[in-house]
């Protein structure tokens, strides 16, 4: 069963408009989320995190949003940019070893494809 | 450029072979782990080590045997591999402290796995 999903295999957005993509999740236990990035023949680069006592949390062109309630969240960037094509992974842990050692489940992730 | 490294970048070795692999990083992090990505699928833990001890174990089969001989290095042990064990194996590290909230992992670009 698939704790975090990622309903979008791809998107498709033009250079210089804003890129969405959503994850959501079902296990109530996850209380850090994060977005990661990866090109082919990489391993997946950390873009920016949230934990579950913020809504919201930016870094320079990237926003990540969380809404609790409805066990979703999603990764803003703004303006897209061409190397920002690349397959987005959201991910999360449940805080269970009571410090940071925590695994990780990925969702399947979305192909971002930024047109010029 | 990453700061977890992960040698040999491509692995192939037959069913009978003994081979490891290894991780290595110099970011203080205290805790380590094991991830193993087949393709078009995400990443999927197998092993977390914190302050050099085994903390998670997800039910990974013996033929692969971790180790942590110091804080710096990870390692991988792999002995009498399937065929379907073929995938990219991805090292992360991150700071593990008690009583704090989570960090994000940093992944290296992985070890291509080939089993003949």
């Known amino acids: 069963d698939q704790q975090v999903k990622q309903n979008s295999p791809s998107l498709s957005v033009q250079e210089g408009r804003i890129s969405i993509l959503n994850c959501d999740y079902t296990n109530s236990m996850f209380d850090y989320f994060l977005w990661y990035k990866k090109y082919p023949a990489e391993g997946p680069t950390f873009l920016i995190s949230?934990?579950?006592?913020?809504d919201k949390n930016e870094d320079g062109r990237f926003t990540v949003f969380l809404n609790k309630s409805a066990k979703h969240l999603s990764l803003h960037i703004v303006p897209s940019q061409p190397g920002d094509s690349a397959v987005y992974f959201c991910a999360a842990s449940d805080g269970t070893s009571g410090g940071g050692a925590d695994g990780l489940t990925f969702g399947k992730g979305t192909h971002l494809i930024i047109q010029p | 450029d990453t700061e977890v490294t992960q040698t040999p970048k491509h692995l192939v070795m037959g069913m009978t072979n003994k081979k490891s692999l290894k991780c290595e990083q110099h970011?203080?992090?205290?805790?380590m782990y094991w991830y193993k990505q087949k393709a078009k699928k995400p990443p999927e833990l197998m092993f977390v080590y914190s302050y050099e001890k085994l903390s998670i174990n997800e039910s990974v089969p013996s033929r692969f045997s971790p180790e942590c001989p110091n804080s710096s290095l990870l390692n991988l042990h792999l002995h009498a591999l399937q065929p379907e064990d073929s995938a990219l194996y991805l090292c992360a590290s991150s700071q593990d402290e008690t009583g704090e909230w989570s960090q994000p992992q940093h992944f290296g670009d992985g070890t291509r796995l080939s089993i003949l």
């Open positions: 949230i934990s579950s006592i913020k």
């Open positions: 970011m203080g992090h205290r805790a």
